[in-house]
């Protein structure tokens, strides 16, 4: 087995850099996908055109990592299943980004951290922490302080969706924990953008006229922005988790959001509930903390 050349580069090595450069490609990405969706004429070949370009460009990374593979046709299965999920969750995504503002699809987005405490809790029966319970309840507090209008009680469409996206996002996390471990890097992270993609072309019945089309009429730069920090962005996510501790990188992975309010503020004039994302924000960057405490 090759050793990876990323073990030869020491600046590389560094977790906190990873950290860095992840919250700074999530932005971007979640800005640009924000854009993208202004223009599309179907969410479904949107979805296929930006995993596609996602999960071959990342693959020009694969010589950076370690060439390894496993044997055990169980982790390839499991693959598989997880990507079910993934590409539901993603292709529910892309309707609901078109719907509600950037900085609120990161606030939404934070909801997985509840299900997965949830999950662990139900299924996997690991200890019960009070500072994890707080944590989950001020992540659902956000939410509800942001969504909520005096003298409406319903919730938007988009946001139910945006909950069921978290919930199969789950699910696809629990299938694929630590599954990453055996793969090289960026193989494994092109395997969970193609094989979505794949399924997602196959059940909407996506025609490659369209993507071409999609890509023709569409915002291409925003789309090249939202593609290539997709599948850079998870790649330096993993790299982080692997190199340091998750108390830690958590934390300072949740900077997205308080970075997607300001941003959106600045680019996106994304004006309304100021200071009711600002709130939100912290305390789910206060929960994390409790959490991965």
Sequence with gaps: MSKPMIEYAWVIDMWFLFVVLYVILAVIFTQAYKIVTKTSKSDGTLTVLLELIAGTSILLLSPLFGFSFP????????????????????????????????????IIKQLSTVFMIIAGLLFF???????????????????????????????????????????????????????????????????TLLIPCLFITIIEKV??????????????????????????????????YQLGEATSVAPLCALTVIGNVIVGYVFLKERDNLWKKIIAAMLILISVFLIKG
Excluded at 224 to 239: D, E, H, Y
Aim: some cysteine.
């Design 125 to 191: 029966k690991e200890e019960f922490v009070w500072k994890k319970i707080v944590g989950a309840v001020l992540i659902i507090f956000s939410n509800v302080f942001i969504f909520y209008k005096k003298g409406n009680h319903k919730l938007d469409k988009y946001v139910l969706l945006g909950i069921l996206s978290n919930v199969v996002y789950s699910i696809a996390l629990f299938l694929d924990v630590n599954i990453s471990d055996n793969f090289n890097l960026a193989f494994y992270v092109a395997s």
């Design 207 to 240: 025609k490659w006229e369209n993507v071409k089309k999609e890509f023709k009429n569409g915002n291409k730069k925003a789309i090249l922005a939202t593609s290539l920090c997709w599948s850079t962005m998870i790649v330096c996510q993993l790299r982080a």
């Design 71 to 106: 044997t055990d046709w169980r982790v390839y299965a499991l693959l598989v299943l997880a990507c079910v999920f993934y590409g539901i969750s993603d292709r529910i995504n892309t309707t609901v980004r078109s719907g509600v503002e950037a900085s609120t699809f990161s």
